[in-house]
């Protein structure tokens, strides 16, 4: 733990202990029990098969406060490791709903990000297509002043770097880029957002877009397009590729029929898409709490069930279905296993050290706290650590183990 700073132990307990969530920063210091997963996700995939041009689909399965969250995260920051961009979408019923496939593309590329460090994080960064093209401009400046390049040259060395953008499916997508990389160049600020509008699925305007060769609106009869575009420009750049997250952090509520029968086709598509070639470079996760949605006697639920039947495991990474349910054996000693972890990052945070009986009784009174409640409608995990870093400020503060009553 020497390496932890105490700011950033403090923001873990902070945000673990209010919410049972795991933190942007530093869920590596208490990440458990996901090792028959991480190992295989960065060697067969983030390493190897998707830098070189392969695209995979993987359906996550965990309760809520499960670790599906903690999961991605942990995905996200091997991806990142890798040179990929990565875009991590928390899925919701009002903003981001599945069975409209273009304002998933809208969610995608509002969270894209490049690869970002502990203090760039912590900063609080920006993320979207505007910020990711800003930074690539400016990368992209630096390394050309880097090749000895000269203030009056890189103008027109970058135009003929925009030159190069082509290949990419949608045509109206990499003119818009080309335009928004020229207009940052120019300095026309208030063009180059004009643009990002249209890349970020925020609206179409006929007569204005169409100065820059962008000839259609994003809807749902191209989303699925333009984000196999992204993807493609993306690793044009010299990123690895995409890895997308889809986290749905939401109970979905009740969805008509024709809504329930577009998420489930749209989800069909993504997967199938993730099986061709030309669609290249990307990796998408989607996370949910239970199989419930696959659940129904028509054509298109059996479709699915067959699709995301394969579990995947060590001995079978080519498999689809991830179920953090299934990932612990033991759930005590794993349990204890993370409440020591924490345990560490709460006496960094706190500049205060326990004395290790006590603080052994403190934590397995936690496990078995929690896991008595294992069937309710929140994960154990999740009540887990909330319960823990309560347990930990009564014995910081009383001095003397917490009995059961002291945590109800």
């Known amino acids: 733990m020497n390496e932890l700073r105490p700011d950033v132990a403090r923001r873990i307990i902070e945000t673990v202990g209010a919410n049972g969530i795991p933190p942007e920063v530093g869920f590596q210091y208490f990440t458990a029990g996901l090792d028959p997963y991480l190992p295989v996700i960065e ?31 942990c995905v996200r920051d091997l991806a990142w490791k890798h040179n990929f961009a990565v875009s991590y979408v928390s899925l919701s019923p009002g903003e981001s709903p599945f069975h409209q496939l273009e304002r998933v593309y809208q969610a995608i590329v509002t969270n894209l990000t490049p690869p970002l460090t502990t203090d760039e994080l912590l900063s609080g960064y920006e993320q979207g297509i505007v910020s990711f093209l800003r930074t690539w401009y400016r990368r992209k400046i630096q390394e050309l002043k880097d090749r000895g390049f000269q203030e009056h040259e890189l103008h027109q060395e970058l135009l003929d770097d925009l030159d190069a953008i082509e290949g990419l499916v ?38 204005g877009h169409r100065a820059y060769g962008i000839l259609q609106p994003i ?14 420009w993306v690793r044009q750049i010299g990123y690895s590729g995409l890895i997308i997250l889809l986290d749905e952090a939401e109970r979905v509520p009740s969805l008509s029929t024709r809504q329930r029968q577009q998420h489930l086709s749209n989800l069909r598509e993504i997967i199938d898409a993730c099986g061709h070639t030309n669609f290249q470079g990307a990796m998408i996760f989607y996370a949910v709490p239970d199989e419930n949605f696959l659940e129904g006697r ?14 995947f495991e060590t001995l079978n990474p080519s498999g689809v279905r991830i179920d953090l349910n299934k ?29 290790p009986e006590a603080l052994e009784r403190t934590i397995h009174l936690a496990a078995e706290t ?10 154990y995990k999740r009540l887990f650590v909330q319960t823990l870093i309560r347990a930990l400020h009564f014995l910081r503060q009383i001095g003397v183990p917490p009995q059961v009553d002291d945590l109800s």
């Open 170 to 207: 949608s045509l109206s997508f990499a003119e818009a880029i080309k335009a928004a990389l020229r207009a940052l160049a120019d300095d026309e600020q208030d063009e180059f957002i004009h643009i990002c509008q249209w890349l970020s699925g925020e609206g179409y305007d006929r007569y």
């Open 219 to 232: 809807d749902r009869t191209n989303a699925l397009t333009m984000l196999r575009s992204l993807v493609q």
């Open 327 to 355: 990932v612990n054996a033991a759930p005590i000693p794993f349990l204890c296993e993370v409440g020591e972890k924490l345990a560490d990052v709460y006496q960094v945070s706190y500049h205060h050290e326990f004395e």
């Open 298 to 311: 028509t054509q298109i639920y059996e479709a699915l069930r067959q699709r995301v039947a394969t579990v």
């Open 370 to 379: 929690a896991y008595e409640q294992r069937f309710g409608d929140i994960g």
């Open 43 to 73: 060697e067969e995939y983030l390493s190897s098969f998707i830098k070189q041009g392969g695209s995979v689909f993987k359906i996550v399965i965990g309760v809520y406060g499960g670790g599906k969250t903690h999961f991605l995260y």
